[in-house]
């Protein structure tokens, strides 16, 4: 994968590439960005560059037998590491040499793809994934050989912040005294869940959301979408190129995230001293609690875009709202004056609170059905 092919994000392939040719390649560096900004496809980009000896032209031309190994990824210098959980393939031990086949694939057919995506792929159901203290003692043994080239190698840990304590541990003593000629790009979305002291030996890139000309511009070019269509797009996905892509390749088995919040909201209007409705919230949260943690995750930070572009909405700040909701007799405008500034801080925190405990393998049904009731209430706060 050549920097040529990733979209936007210009000034950081300017740093990367300036300073690998002035060999001055930091051992630990921390790519943090929003899904779908690229922070996968620029570390892959980065390896090549630096495994290949490519130079900063237009073809980046090097070494035409390392670039071919990594058009399918798999460059014996390069290596990965990622959240994985047992499936019907692997039922112990999981570790990510156990879905490289599966993780090559997904790479190569949605670089941009999400965490949630990948766990779709792997088929780990109800499991939440993780990098595990078996992944800790994979890439010790890996980092002990010698490169197979003689130069670089590199570790690229997808997803870092799923480090459970006893990995982070074990890497923390990489970082503090790598092996000669490796590099670890680590990858997140969020710094905040990653020990203080990995950060600290870490040169931190931070990446933006991709602008909407950049993502209009790439779903013409490679999805070849007509430019009205691709505008249109590009500003509802908001910065995230997977998105963009979820939103005009919108598949049958997509989870109807927006059927459900609407079927939550107006079961919340109808409970207020109406005990029939009660028992409809409780449905709902035994339907949502069966879906598995990663989607529960997903939806209720659905939700929160909801509640935020109905208050958008409410206070006329309509260019700002991007969500076009197809459920009928939906309509955000006339949802939008029940969230306003009494209470959507309250509804945020609640929502914030859930996806909290969900990660936490809180019980579901209990969290979703006590969020519900809080709902009913905020709802209905002048």
């Given at each position: 994968?050549?920097?040529?092919?990733?979209?936007?994000?210009?000034?950081?392939?300017?740093?990367?590439?300036?300073?690998?040719?002035?060999?001055?390649?930091?051992?630990?560096?921390?790519?943090?960005?929003?899904?779908?900004?690229?922070?996968?496809?620029?570390?892959?980009?980065?390896?090549?560059?630096?495994?290949?000896?490519?130079?900063?032209?237009?073809?980046?031309?090097?070494?035409?037998?390392?670039?071919?190994?990594?058009?399918?990824?798999?460059?014996?210098?390069?290596?990965?590491?990622?959240?994985?959980?047992?499936?019907?393939?692997?039922?112990?031990?999981?570790?990510?040499?156990?879905?490289?086949?599966?993780?090559?694939?997904?790479?190569?057919?949605?670089?941009?793809?999400?965490?949630?995506?990948?766990?779709?792929?792997?088929?780990?159901?109800?499991?939440?994934?993780?990098?595990?203290?078996?992944?800790?003692?994979?890439?010790?043994?890996?980092?002990?050989?010698?490169?197979?080239?003689?130069?670089?190698?590199?570790?690229?840990?997808?997803?870092?912040?799923?480090?459970?304590?006893?990995?982070?541990?074990?890497?923390?003593?990489?970082?503090?005294?790598?092996?000669?000629?490796?590099?670890?790009?680590?990858?997140?979305?969020?710094?905040?869940?990653?020990?203080?002291?990995?950060?600290?030996?870490?040169?931190?890139?931070?990446?933006?959301?991709?602008?909407?000309?950049?993502?209009?511009?790439?779903?013409?070019?490679?999805?070849?979408?007509?430019?009205?269509?691709?505008?249109?797009?590009?500003?509802?996905?908001?910065?995230?190129?997977?998105?963009?892509?979820?939103?005009?390749?919108?598949?049958?088995?997509?989870?109807?995230?927006?059927?459900?919040?609407?079927?939550?909201?107006?079961?919340?209007?109808?409970?207020?001293?109406?005990?029939?409705?009660?028992?409809?919230?409780?449905?709902?949260?035994?339907?949502?609690?069966?879906?598995?943690?990663?989607?529960?995750?997903?939806?209720?930070?659905?939700?929160?875009?909801?509640?935020?572009?109905?208050?958008?909405?409410?206070?006329?700040?309509?260019?700002?709202?991007?969500?076009e909701p197809t459920v009928a007799n939906f309509k955000l405008e006339?949802?939008?004056?029940?969230?306003?500034?009494?209470?959507?801080?309250?509804?945020?925190?609640?929502?914030?609170?859930?996806?909290?405990?969900?990660?936490?393998?809180?019980?579901?049904?209990?969290?979703?059905?006590?969020?519900?009731?809080?709902?009913?209430?905020?709802?209905?706060?002048?």
């Open positions: 994968m050549h920097f040529s092919e990733i979209l936007g994000q210009e000034h950081i392939k300017n740093h990367l590439t300036t300073s690998a040719d002035a060999g001055r390649i930091p051992h630990a560096q921390l790519f943090v960005g929003p899904e779908g900004s690229g922070t996968l496809p620029m570390a892959i980009a980065y390896a090549q560059y630096i495994l290949c000896g490519n130079t900063n032209g237009e073809n980046e031309a090097g070494n035409t037998a390392c670039n071919l190994k990594f058009q399918n990824f798999s460059h014996p210098d390069l290596h990965f590491v990622f959240p994985v959980a047992a499936n019907t393939e692997v039922k112990n031990h999981p570790v990510s040499t156990n879905f490289l086949k599966y993780w090559r694939e997904f790479i190569t057919e949605t670089p941009y793809g999400s965490l949630f995506d990948w766990y779709k792929k792997i088929d780990i159901q109800n499991k939440q994934g993780q990098i595990g203290v078996d992944e800790a003692h994979e890439i010790v043994k890996a980092l002990s050989l010698k490169a197979y080239e003689g130069g670089h190698k590199v570790m690229i840990i997808w997803m870092a912040d799923r480090m459970n304590t006893a990995t982070a541990n074990k890497l923390l003593k990489l970082l503090e005294e790598p092996p000669q000629k490796t590099i670890f790009l680590l990858i997140a979305e969020s710094d905040d869940d990653i020990l203080q002291t990995i950060l600290s030996r870490c040169q931190v890139l931070h990446f933006g959301p991709l602008s909407e000309q950049v993502i209009a511009d790439a779903l013409v070019s490679r999805e070849n979408t007509d430019a009205a269509t691709a505008l249109k797009t590009a500003h509802q996905a908001q910065g995230n190129y997977n998105k963009a892509l979820h939103l005009l390749k919108k598949t049958d088995d997509d989870l109807p995230f927006e059927a459900w919040f609407v079927q939550w909201v107006r079961a919340a209007f109808r409970a207020k001293g109406n005990a029939a409705a009660i028992q409809d919230l409780i449905a709902w949260s035994e339907q949502i609690a069966g879906i598995g943690r990663e989607a529960q995750k997903q939806f209720l930070d659905f939700c929160i875009t909801m509640f935020r572009q109905a208050m958008l909405l409410n206070y006329n700040a309509k260019e700002l709202v991007y969500l006339n949802f939008a004056p029940f969230v306003n500034g009494n209470n959507i801080n309250d509804i945020f925190k609640e929502l914030s609170d859930a996806i909290y405990h969900i990660e936490r393998n809180g019980n579901a049904k209990i969290i979703l059905t006590d969020l519900s009731i809080k709902l009913t209430r905020l709802i209905h706060k002048k």
